[in-house]
């Protein structure tokens, strides 16, 4: 599904974005992955589109306070293995590095707030690790972002995945928002073992 201009303004997202300083360090980059590691235009047309078809997608469990708002705010920064390592042994009291991180500021019992925006949270991505798994899963690194950043930023909306029933209906939804991308491809089966 491809937003029209009015569709495109009616979600307005206030990204905080913090891209791979390191690009260069990266073996093979094209222009489109050295724009999605460094551009944050790229990622608030992506963020719009995909709030824009779930919070219209009434199929969809979706907290009322999202289907309610136009105005969105959220982070989303690109990072190295250590840092991110640092990060999920302080917030998850896991000593490992990690591909992708969520800070969800939402709570699910959360009706209604004073401010027109509503800030989602954070989503941070380590990428050696995607660059690593992408190599691994036969695709580029643009693809495995979008994979990584879609995965987190469900999270910021409320998804979840304690059980291999949510787990798969969130893949499935993943790969459902990331259809339309370009070159993407069924990834569903080969990534349900990673998370």
């Known amino acids: 599904m491809n937003l ?83 990060l999920n042994k302080k917030w998850r009291n896991s000593d490992s590095s990690t591909d992708v991180l969520s800070f969800s500021a939402i709570e699910e019992n959360i009706v209604n707030i004073p401010s027109e925006f509503l800030e989602l949270g954070d989503i941070i991505v380590s990428i050696p690790t995607a660059f690593h798994q992408a190599k691994e899963y036969g695709h580029s690194l643009s693809i495995e972002l979008r994979w990584l950043v879609i995965h987190g930023f469900l999270h910021l909306l409320g998804w979840d995945h304690p059980t291999e029933e949510s787990l798969n209906e969130m893949l499935a939804l993943q790969e459902e928002l990331l259809k339309d991308s370009a070159k993407f491809q069924n990834h569903f089966s080969i990534r349900k073992e990673n998370l």
């Not at 029209?4 to 390191?22: P, R």
């Open 4 to 86: 029209t201009a009015t569709d495109k303004l009616s979600i307005e997202i206030d990204l905080s974005f913090h891209g791979f300083s390191d690009v260069n360090s990266l073996d093979v980059i094209d222009k489109q992955t050295r724009e999605i590691l460094t551009e944050s235009e790229v990622w608030v047309e992506n963020f719009s589109e995909w709030l824009f078809r779930i919070s219209n997608n009434n199929s969809l469990n979706c907290l009322q306070i999202i289907r309610n708002r136009r105005l969105f705010s959220l982070g989303l920064k690109f990072t190295d293995d250590q840092n991110i390592s640092l």
